[in-house]
């Protein structure tokens, strides 16, 4: 396996890259795997890569039903923050981002992480009065967050509407500096590799169809290229998780929606920063290609359907124009829609499920992107020592019946 | 565009002008003392979220006011079936 580096830059591009090899490998599917992962995107290969690197555990398979990163993992906005209310989620989160801080030196791939600050416009007095609440919140749990006023807010963002008659005036702004973007795509690839460095198997366009089982737990997965025999099955794929959770018997508190994002043609660097307008529910920021891409609320109603969708295109870009009048000529690029899974609560569903030695990763919403190594940490732990991880306890399936809900929508007052 | 057809107003509205009111087939326990844990949980939180074929309820918010049943194809959008509460079981 090729290490890659400036040196290693120069000297493919000199060889007019006639010598690169494969990032990662195409392996023959097994008949027997120790744990199988259901799900090639962020989640399934980062939760692979951790059991290879912190257990030891790489008799694995990655099974992907399309080709990797196809899914959630390459239809999101690449934002990552940590800037959540209760200890529990903030835990989680912030573990990702600190995770996310040091991956590209951890697995030898530049994920292009810009912590270019994450901004969440104050509108209101009753807003400000949140912020304040929530920046206490989180200096008690160790995560950074301030509050800057309406000056600092034109001085940072000078395309921004300010104007006293704007339909949504800002008075100020909270901001995470340590939250941004980051290339999704290098995420999913990264890991992808690393996985493969330790020996994980690969396994694209290869859906899962059935399970067969035995006292309790399944014996073998049966798959559109063969059946193969596991010891252990994880599931990380978010939207449908319903369905593979049918297939094995029990059911989820999800509901599979459909959140859209855009972008626009590339144009000269104008935007520094994140921002979101909780009024709108509009998020905005330029890629380092110069492109905008702007998202907002989910579709109201269930979907499955993985494309954008008119009234939501329209409701984004009279939002976007209202915040940012120069963007008004700009033309638009491509949009796209994931299937996110909207929990009751909102927080993530992680760890051990009604079949013995199924573990689950599911439930973040339009969370999951900035999840994405936790989700594969805990994840890992779970299917390694059956067990969840100590952070993925509060987080478990366990408790919608025990009536321990993490209620992070109504503590932010706004979706995830 | 979701475009449903009110089966009361008979009115033609947009997904804008209505409200999308959750999953059908969810029945609240019968003798709400006497259900189990369980089966609380799952009346409160499980869902069957079908990827195709999907039973839900609608109300025609910006309109007559009234609730109805949908099923709806939740990949294609294509609406198969309206129904007014009176001309079938509830659900």
Known sequence: ?416 | MIVIRCPYCHELKTEDELTYGGEGGVTRPVAPENASDAEWTDYLFMRINRKGPHREHWCCAIGCGQWFKVTRNTVTHEVIKIDRWDESALG
């Not at chain 1, 409701?315 to 009048?325: G, H, L, N, S």
């Not at chain 1, 899974?341 to 573990?359: K, R, Y």
Request: proline share 5%.
């Open chain 1, 1 to 416: 396996m090729q290490r890659y580096s400036l040196f290693h830059l120069a000297r493919q591009a000199l060889r007019g890259n006639k010598r690169c090899t494969p990032a990662w490998n195409a392996p023959t599917l097994k008949s027997k795997y120790d744990v199988v992962i259901i799900g090639g995107g962020g989640h399934g290969l980062a939760t692979a890569y951790y059991l290879a690197k912190n257990y030891g555990v790489t008799n694995v398979a990655v099974l992907e039903k399309g080709w990797i990163g196809g899914g959630n993992s390459g239809r999101n906005t690449t934002n990552v923050r940590s800037d959540y209310m209760f200890p529990e989620s903030v835990a989680v989160y912030d573990l990702a981002l600190r995770l996310y801080e040091q991956l590209a030196k951890e697995i030898n791939f530049n994920i292009m992480l810009s912590q270019r600050g994450w901004v969440t416009l104050i509108h209101d007095q009753h807003q400000l009065e949140s912020a304040q609440h929530k920046r206490n919140s989180l200096a008690c749990n160790g995560v950074d967050a301030q509050i800057i006023g309406r000056d600092e807010v034109r001085r940072m963002i000078p395309s921004l509407n300010m104007q006293d008659a704007a339909r949504h005036p800002v008075i100020g702004a909270f901001l995470q500096k340590r939250g941004g973007t980051i290339r999704h795509d290098a995420v999913v690839w990264g890991y992808a590799r690393a996985a493969d460095q330790l020996g994980v198997h690969i396994v694209q366009g290869c859906e899962v169809l059935a399970f067969e089982r035995a006292g309790g737990r399944i014996t073998t997965v049966n798959t559109s290229r063969g059946r193969i025999s596991c010891g252990a099955v994880g599931v990380a794929v978010a939207g449908h998780s319903s369905l593979i959770a049918d297939m094995a018997g029990f059911r989820l508190p999800l509901t599979s929606h459909c959140l859209q994002a855009m972008v626009s043609e590339p144009i000269k660097p104008v935007l520094n920063h994140v921002v979101f307008s909780p009024n709108t529910g509009v998020y905005i920021n330029q890629t380092q290609k110069g492109e905008l891409v702007m998202g907002s609320a989910r579709d109201l109603y269930a979907s499955y359907g993985q494309r954008g969708t008119f009234p939501t295109i329209e409701k984004t870009i009279t939002a976007v124009v209202e915040m940012f009048p120069i963007f008004g000529q700009t033309r638009l690029m491509r949009h796209w829609a994931g299937i996110v899974d909207i929990v009751p609560d909102s927080s993530p569903i992680l760890g051990p499920t009604p079949v013995d030695n199924m573990h689950i990763n599911c439930g973040w919403g339009s969370g999951g992107f900035k999840a994405i190594p936790a989700g594969g940490l805990l994840l890992a732990c779970s299917l390694a020592t059956g067990k969840p991880h100590p952070l993925a306890v509060p987080f478990g399936l366990d408790r919608f019946r025990s009536n321990r809900l993490v209620d992070e929508s109504a503590a932010a007052g706004s979706a995830h």
